[in-house]
């Protein structure tokens, strides 16, 4: 999900901050087949949350001491303002966070560089939020072409509904592929340098960049400021050897290259979710494996209900909760199955085991830290390999001092691992490098889960809201509304 630059401020910057026990969540119902009645819960508003409709009321733009001068589109920042520095920013990393980072920073008159070792636009764009939905978009259509009797009701008749797979994912990959290049055009028109390689400090205001085995690529250059914008990667347990083919991650399942009989899932959040909701679309049973004891941990209580009715039950999906998969053997595509060895989370005794056609690995993500020579600034990561920052995105050294000039966004710093979020991050890192402090609300970034029906939630959830107010001694409020009373969910 990118947000553009008027929505990223609203979003992020120019909102007053939400109240902290405030969240609202909802489950939309216009793609379930067949419709059944799905509630809204909205827990904790004390008052309505405003949203400012131009950027002038931003409170940052009161702070501002003389108004700025915007670079015209396409033009380049030809020196740093600072001339002991060759930039003004060096950003490590151009996912959407560093995109966005840069992007701000221009705006701001600053001269700016990114690093990138492999691919501008990183996770989201190229292995994760473009692809997926693409994918999402595609199986949706058929799941709603073969809901016969939906359709039948509408008056419509179709017969037999097929897709070519290879189509299907060479339309998520051209769509990955486009947005990529347009996020490097638009860099390159506001004269932002990109530097190939992998990047590492050589000290606070220095970068050492190239590719390995490459004396033709890279460099140093110096900077005033710089953040880390690193991202992350599948993170994949202990016992669990990745091959690729029948034993894969998100990033292997989104190319598609193969639709397995039976699917096991390890993992029901976020991806897993999108994901069981592309490969059911298109003719795979789907097995969940869980370590919690219930399917979608950390979804407000509610929303696992009515998301559990409408995504899980009905579908071919059935699920293990309470277990890990402490073993797995990949096979071969129509050969040799994959042999999954389930444990008891309390017990620690293995309890069952699958044989599935494939195996995917959906458990979450991994800080992209390693190699930054992080020693050069006298800070580390912690011990799941975050970089330690405050709140205005400042990283700290090893003693929890400021290490000066220099930032983190995004995954990287485990805040919140959303591509929006490491926008806005980015955003606020150069609002507080150029004299104007800020502190990004992070119960004011929303998530999403573009399953049919989709999920979408903001803020706390109503146990968390439900026990703030508890240790802080104020009134809650609930308030819930059905879909129902819109027509067009009727649809």
Not at 52 to 58: D, G, I, V, W, Y
Not at 210 to 224: L, Q, S, Y
Not at 284 to 309: C, H, S, W, Y
Not at 328 to 339: S, Y
Request: hydrophobic share 40%; aromatic share 6%.
């Amino acid at each position: 999900m990118i947000l553009n630059r008027v929505q990223q401020r609203i979003a992020g910057l120019s909102s007053p901050p939400v109240p902290a026990a405030a969240s609202s969540a909802y489950v939309s119902q216009r793609h379930a087949a067949p419709r059944p009645t799905a509630s809204l819960p909205v827990v904790g508003f004390t008052a309505p949350a405003r949203l400012h409709s131009s950027l002038t009321c931003s409170p940052l733009r009161k702070q501002a001491q003389a108004p700025r001068r915007y670079q015209p589109r396409g033009a380049v920042v030809t020196q740093a303002a600072d001339q002991k520095y060759d930039y003004d920013l060096v950003i490590i990393g151009c996912g959407v966070g560093g995109h966005g980072a840069a992007l701000h920073a221009v705006e701001q008159g600053m001269k700016v560089a990114v690093i990138e070792g492999h691919d501008i636009g990183g996770t989201c764009v190229n292995r994760g939020c473009v692809p997926s939905k693409a994918l999402l978009a595609a199986a949706g259509r058929v799941r709603e072409f073969k809901n016969q009797q939906h359709l039948k009701s509408m008056g419509i008749q179709v017969g037999s509904v097929s897709f070519d797979r290879e189509g299907v994912a060479q339309h998520a990959a051209q769509l990955a592929a486009g947005i990529a290049g347009n996020l490097q055009r638009s860099l390159e028109a506001l004269g932002v340098d990109i530097l190939i390689g992998s990047a590492k400090f050589v000290g606070t205001n220095k970068v050492k960049y190239g590719i390995t085995g490459r004396v033709d690529v890279g460099g140093e250059v110096t900077a005033k400021n710089i953040i880390v914008a690193t991202g992350s990667v599948p993170f994949v347990p202990p016992g669990i050897p990745i091959d690729g083919k029948t034993v894969f991650t998100s990033d292997h399942a989104l190319k598609l290259e193969w639709l397995p009989q039976w699917l096991a899932i390890i993992g029901s959040g976020y991806i897993g979710l999108e994901l069981s909701d592309v490969y059911t679309a298109l003719g795979t049973e789907v097995t969940f494996i869980e370590a919690v004891d219930n399917l979608m941990p950390g979804f407000d209580k509610e929303i696992q209900r009515v998301a559990q009715r409408l995504l899980i039950q009905g579908r071919p999906i059935d699920y293990h909760t309470g277990v890990i998969a402490t073993k797995v053997t990949p096979g071969v595509p129509g050969v040799k199955p994959v042999v999954i060895e389930l444990t008891d989370m309390k017990t620690k005794k293995v309890v069952d085991s699958l044989e599935v056609d494939a195996c995917m690995v959906a458990t979450g993500r991994s800080p992209y830290t390693n190699g930054l020579n992080l020693s050069a600034i006298n800070a580390e990561t912690d011990r799941r390999g975050f970089i330690p920052v405050n709140e205005k995105m400042e990283v700290l050294d090893k003693d929890g001092k400021v290490v000066p000039s220099v930032y983190c966004i995004g995954d990287a710093n485990g805040k919140y691992m959303l591509a929006h979020a490491a926008s806005a991050q980015g955003i606020s890192a150069v609002e507080n490098m150029n004299g104007r402090p800020h502190v990004l609300n992070h119960l004011s970034v929303p998530a999403a889960c573009f399953t049919h029906p989709e999920i979408s939630f903001v803020g706390l959830t109503q146990d968390a809201a439900e026990e703030q107010a508890k240790e802080k001694n104020f009134p809650l409020g609930i308030s819930k509304t059905s879909f129902k009373a819109n027509s067009k969910v009727r649809e």
